[in-house]
C-alpha cells in the first residue's frame, strides 16, 4: 500500500514553534509529527521513517547540528533528508549546513516561506541530494 501523504518530523524544544509547523504543514497536506527535544529523536526518526527532518540546532544538552551528525552516522538515519529549522542568522545557518551536510535551512521567522520551501525540500528526491545542499532565496 503506497503512503498518500509525505511525512515530516519537527524536532523541537519550543512548543510554540512545533505547533506553527505542524499547522502550517499540515494544511499544506503533510503528514506531521512533531517530537519535542532531541532525546527520543532517533528512535522516532528509525520507527517512522520521515521523508523530511526540521531540524532545530538550539536545543539543550545536545545541539541539533550535534544530533545530526548522529543520525548521519546511523545506518538506518544516514538517508532521511535533515532540514536545519533554525532562528540562527542565517550566515550561521549555511556555515553549519556545510559543516553538517544537511540539505539546507529555513529560518523559524519566516512563517509564510515555509511551506514554499518544504515544499522545494521535498520535491528534491534523495537520491538526488545525497551529498548536494539545496539554496533557496
Not at 69 to 95: A, C, H, M, Q
Request: hydrophobic share 35%; proline share 3%; net charge negative.
Amino acid at each position: 500500500m503506497e503512503r498518500t501523504k509525505k511525512k515530516i518530523l519537527v524536532v523541537d524544544d519550543d512548543e510554540r514553534h512545533l505547533v506553527t509547523a505542524k499547522e502550517l504543514l499540515e494544511d499544506a497536506g503533510y503528514e506531521v509529527i512533531t517530537h519535542y527535544n532531541w532525546f527520543g529523536s532517533t528512535n522516532v526518526i528509525k520507527r517512522l521513517q520521515p521523508d523530511l527532518i526540521l531540524l532545530d540546532i538550539n536545543m539543550p544538552a545536545l545541539s541539533g547540528d550535534a544530533l545530526s551528525e548522529i543520525l548521519r552516522g546511523n545506518s538506518r538515519t544516514k538517508d532521511v533528508p535533515i532540514v536545519f529549522y533554525s532562528s540562527n542568522d542565517e550566515d550561521s545557518l549555511r556555515k553549519a549546513v556545510s559543516e553538517c551536510g544537511v540539505r539546507g535551512y529555513i529560518c523559524k521567522g519566516d512563517v509564510f516561506d515555509l511551506r514554499k520551501k518544504v515544499a522545494a525540500y521535498m520535491s528534491q528526491s534523495r537520491e538526488n541530494q545525497s551529498h548536494q545542499n539545496l539554496t533557496l532565496p
